[in-house]
């Protein structure tokens, strides 16, 4: 499994695109990148996966350069309600085991008014 | 999209009892499910692999006879710590991947999790 490294907080204003950087140096060919969002006394949320160039969905855009060596979560125009725990994740998701997901510590996201 | 409840929210038991979570997925199936704990201001550690059907993969380190998990059916798996102590006291979460994801999904779907205080 991939080892992550993120960065330990990150602070914004709100109306501002906010990006995280995930690096991920020893992915696997069969490995996709996965971020999730966790709320204090909640469950993680999935927020975006991808494999590579470029994701974008509803709430946040991935981009994922060609080595694959690392990836950037962006949050276009955050708000207060964004503050939370970002983790991005990286494993083999059609290998048909169990794919377990290995957390590492997540970047802090602090919005502010 | 899918949805991964836990019962209960949150529970008091006293030092040296013991104490059953579950883990239910609403609108799939899971043949895999799985066991996180996590504390104050920390990440995710995953504990266990629950296998429908077979014995639980455990972490290393993760005392076996102390976190017993069931997972009798392919929409329930079941976390029980046995004898706890103070140092159980933990915010426990549990996932679960759907057997049959919709194309290009590769998700796994988290409970809420529960609160588990012992005194």
């Known amino acids: 499994l991939a080892k992550t490294t993120q960065p330990i907080s990150m602070d914004s204003y709100e109306g501002q695109e906010v990006n995280i950087t995930c690096s991920h140096n020893?992915?696997?060919?069969?490995?996709?990148i996965t971020w999730y969002q966790q709320f204090p006394s909640q469950g993680p949320r999935f927020i975006i996966q991808?494999?590579?160039t470029k994701v974008t969905n509803e709430v946040a855009s991935l981009f994922i350069p060609a080595d694959r060596k690392s990836s950037t979560l962006s949050l276009p125009r955050v708000s207060l309600s964004d503050t939370a725990v970002y983790y991005c994740?990286?494993?083999?998701?059609?290998?048909?085991?169990?794919?377990?997901?290995?957390f590492g510590a997540g970047t802090r996201l602090a919005v502010h008014p | 999209g899918a949805v991964v409840s836990q019962h209960p929210s949150r529970v008091i038991c006293k030092s040296g009892t013991s104490v059953k979570i579950e883990c239910r997925s609403l609108?799939?199936?899971?043949?895999?499910m799985f066991w996180y704990r996590q504390f104050p201001k920390k990440s995710l550690m995953l504990m266990a692999t629950s296998n429908e059907g077979s014995k639980a993969t455990y972490e290393q380190g993760v005392e076996k006879d102390k976190f017993l998990i069931n997972h009798a059916s392919l929409t329930l798996s079941t976390l029980t710590v046995t004898s706890a102590h103070p140092e159980d006291s933990s915010f426990y979460i549990c996932?679960?991947?759907?057997?049959?994801?919709?194309?290009?999904?590769?998700?796994?779907?988290f409970g809420p999790g529960t609160r588990l205080t012992v005194t």
């Open positions: 020893n992915i696997a060919t069969n490995d996709y």
């Open positions: 991808g494999y590579k």
């Open positions: 994740l990286v494993g083999d998701w059609f290998s048909g085991g169990y794919n377990k997901l290995i």
């Open positions: 609108d799939f199936q899971a043949t895999t």
């Open positions: 996932s679960a991947r759907d057997r049959q994801p919709p194309v290009e999904t590769y998700e796994q779907y």
